[in-house]
């Protein structure tokens, strides 16, 4: 046995914050005094209160608030002149094929693509661009055209036969803003013009989102560990219901100053897509809270943070408490989550006692 007054100094460690669950014997974690629980014994050289080490599983987790919508907008602006004369409600839905929004009574058009509209299409003209048109075309029902990087001239005529269906002049040629080339479907955010309204120079008409239900959380910095791309988290509804989903990307962001006193800050975006959409129908716009699981130690033993011990030599030891005597042995820490903390060495077994403070 290691003399009480053979530690020189001895320093408890302040609990971490975390979430612990428990998948050892449940019975033994309320004795350990989880949620206040002790032991005091009655000899006056003893410690104060005690605790049991237990076996468990232990999740270095966290709760953050996040937004839950449809993911980032995009602004689309007018790139053909004339007035507005007919404009969408936020909260349509746009398919492919399908009129955006109309300038001098002619649509302008979606489709499907990743690269953005930039130019007019003809004969002769090569690219990706043309590529998605001509994919676009053969999805919409107009054929009689290979699918490749060449506007050719059976290109022009699936074109011509698309511009008589929809009430355009039949030039067999594409001008620059009569399309918009998006990923998918789309969804209106926010209308920013009217009917009766000029555009074509480059004003914004409206805003638009993805289709898909998204959850957008911010982290600080120091905070990045918890989201990963791929990570799996649960998401807890406003109705309480719990809905897995899955961190897509990881991004920096700077948000502007509040003041020009104060500097910019960098936080962490983590949009996070959720596994069933349909739990969160008729739910337009909510904050909701995000799980992040960091790290997980599975069959462990540990102790209350607490009962740690800063040895005089250095490192950290328990009070094992062995009927009216004690003595110090030396521990390895792992994971510190929701106020306990991983251990090994120093024979400790499950079920061993160790001291505690007042």
Known sequence: MTPRSAVRRQVR???????????????????????????????????????????????????????????????????????LTKVPLAGDVINRGQPI???????????????????????????????????????????GFTVDDTYSAATATAVKRWQQDLGLDQTGQVELGRLLF????????????????STGDG????????????????????????????????IRLPDGKQVAGRVDRVYSVIEQAPSPDSAPETR????????????????????????FTAGERRDVLTVPVA????????GYGVEVVEGSTTRYVRVETGLFAGGRVEV???????????????
């Open 13 to 83: 460690v302040a609990a971490m914050v975390g979430t612990v669950v428990v998948a050892g014997t449940v019975a033994a974690a309320a004795a350990v005094g989880i949620g206040g629980g002790t032991n005091t014994p009655d000899a006056p050289d003893l410690p104060p209160a005690t605790a049991q080490v237990t076996r468990q599983t232990m999740l270095d987790s966290q709760e953050m608030p996040g937004d839950l919508g449809y993911g980032a907008r995009t602004t689309l602006v007018g790139r053909i002149p004339g007035v």
């Open 344 to 358: 090994t060495g120093g024979g400790l077994t499950e079920g061993t006692t160790v001291g505690l403070p007042a």
């Open 307 to 314: 009962a740690l011990v800063a040895l005089a030599e250095g």
């Open 203 to 234: 004003q914004e008409v409206l805003q638009y989102t993805g289709t898909g239900r998204q959850v957008t959380v911010l982290l600080e910095v120091s905070r990045q560990r918890l989201a990963r791309k791929g990570v799996e988290v649960q």
């Open 268 to 291: 962490i975006e983590a949009p996070v897509s959720l596994a069933d959409p349909a739990a969160a129908a008729g739910i337009e716009a909510a904050v909701v809270t995000v799980t």
């Open 101 to 143: 929004y109309r300038v001098d009574n002619a649509p302008v058009v979606l489709m499907y693509g990743t690269v953005a509209a930039y130019r007019s299409l003809g004969p002769g003209v090569t690219g990706v661009d043309v590529r998605q048109l001509e994919a676009n075309l053969k999805a919409l029902g107009y054929g």
């Open 182 to 197: 998006a990923p998918g479907a789309i969804r209106i955010d926010t209308v920013t013009a009217g009917v009766n309204q």
